[in-house]
């Protein structure tokens, strides 16, 4: 049977503050993580990645595993750029490539390929099969970290009804303003005093999840599997599985396992895994002239043209009780940060301190608290895991 294999290239890498702790392929974008979608497309299993070699021992749930450099890639398989994220619309029958806006997206394999080929991730997968011409198929790229947040809103309205068609729903009793559809899976439970605002957007609600009473959602919203929405308002967001969400809420995502359980407005903002926002912790999303934002980037300060822009937090970082993030902030991976002072627009991974200079956040206490928390969730912090996550702190990033 053949299989997917999901390919970081250069672009891709450089998604910090995501990239150091994460492949592209495990990001969330609309309702779904991106292999998921193409899973989802071509019927087919995913049976590794080809990424950085820092990740090389990445492991999160059913998340295929890191391809070594020294492998081959068997003839028949289809090998995808990760950045193409694919409409949940698409059923793709065999191919031979794909082109997504004019740029080759997936192509299968005619002959083994040795993975060493995708190790510094400048291969084009165009010039791998080149001789059908390729057939097109919808989706969007991101091209940069900040088009996950850009293109949020759009990617929701198309993703909900798609995604709602294979699920079984229930028939709560809830409060709906506006025309939109609003869906709530059977085994979700809509606490009373709810209301569903779906005049800008459709609303869904998955399996186990649970919104408390004194919520507004306003779509268009995604609420994953065992997610719990604990009051305010949430508008134009896709909370991922078993995350905690409570006070106001916009433009935003929550990969999964992520905590905001307390009051404090996040915006515009990208959430990876294990995040955990202190009470009152706010992020800023728009500058006082009203202009592009700018933000911190492996290769420099760049704006991002987008007039709207929060936070990035990357996997386990944490903030203090009353934490104030500026427009176009970027937490490292592992960072814990707290006090009085408003951080740096780029705190890099693994710092620890309430002001710069920050000291490195221990690595034996790091993981000794990950493992704390993930416990908390019925989650292990597994051998190759931990071993991840010791080589993303021996190679973090400074600013």
Not at 43 to 55: D, E, N, P, Q, V
Not at 238 to 250: F, L, N, Q, Y
Not at 275 to 297: C, E, F, I
Not at 370 to 383: C, F, S
Request: aromatic share 8%; glycine share 12%; charged share 20%.
């Amino acid at each position: 049977m053949s299989t997917l294999y999901f390919y970081d290239d250069i672009r891709a890498r450089q998604f910090e503050p995501f990239a150091l702790t994460r492949p592209c392929s495990e990001m969330r974008a609309g309702t779904s993580l991106i292999r998921q979608r193409w899973e989802r497309a071509t019927s087919m299993k995913s049976a590794g990645f080809l990424g950085a070699a820092h990740l090389a021992d990445f492991e999160e749930g059913d998340a295929p595993p890191s391809v070594t450099a020294t492998a081959e890639i068997p003839a028949g398989s289809v090998v995808i750029n990760s950045r193409c994220v694919i409409s949940l619309e698409s059923r793709l029958d065999p191919f031979d490539l794909l082109m997504c806006e004019g740029t080759a997206c997936a192509v299968r394999l005619a002959r083994p390929v040795p993975a060493s080929k995708f190790a510094d991730g400048t291969l084009d997968l165009g010039t791998i099969q080149t001789s059908l011409g390729g057939r097109k198929v919808t989706g969007r790229w991101m091209t940069e970290v900040w088009d996950f947040i850009a293109t949020l809103g759009d990617q929701l309205m198309e993703d909900i009804p798609l995604r709602a068609q294979s699920l079984t729903m229930g028939t709560p009793d809830v409060t709906v303003s506006g025309k939109g559809d609003v869906f709530v899976e059977e085994g979700a439970e809509i606490g009373p005093s709810v209301v569903f605002d779906a005049g800008h957007g459709p609303i869904l609600v998955r399996r186990g999840a649970v919104v408390s009473p004194f919520t507004l959602l306003v779509g268009p919203v995604y609420v994953g599997p065992g997610a719990q929405v604990l009051g305010d308002r949430i508008a134009t967001s896709s909370i991922g599985d078993a995350c905690k969400v409570h006070g106001e809420v916009s433009t935003t995502v929550f990969v999964g396992h992520s905590n905001k359980s307390h009051a404090g407005f996040v915006g515009h903002s990208y959430l990876g895994r294990w995040v955990n926002l202190g009470a009152m912790t706010t992020t800023s999303n728009l500058k006082n002239t009203y202009g592009a934002v700018q933000m911190w980037t492996p290769s420099g300060v760049r704006t991002s043209g987008q007039q709207l822009l929060g936070t990035l937090f990357g996997d386990h970082a944490k903030t203090g009780i009353g934490t104030m993030l500026s427009t176009g902030t970027v937490v490292g991976a592992g960072a814990n940060v707290f006090g009085a002072n408003t951080p740096p627009k780029a705190v890099p991974p693994f710092a620890w301190g309430d002001s710069e200079p920050y000291e490195t956040f221990d690595l034996a206490r790091f993981l000794e608290i990950a493992e704390r928390v993930m416990a908390r969730r019925q989650e292990t912090l597994g051998k190759r895991a931990r071993k991840q996550l010791a080589e993303a702190h021996r190679r973090r990033w400074s600013v």
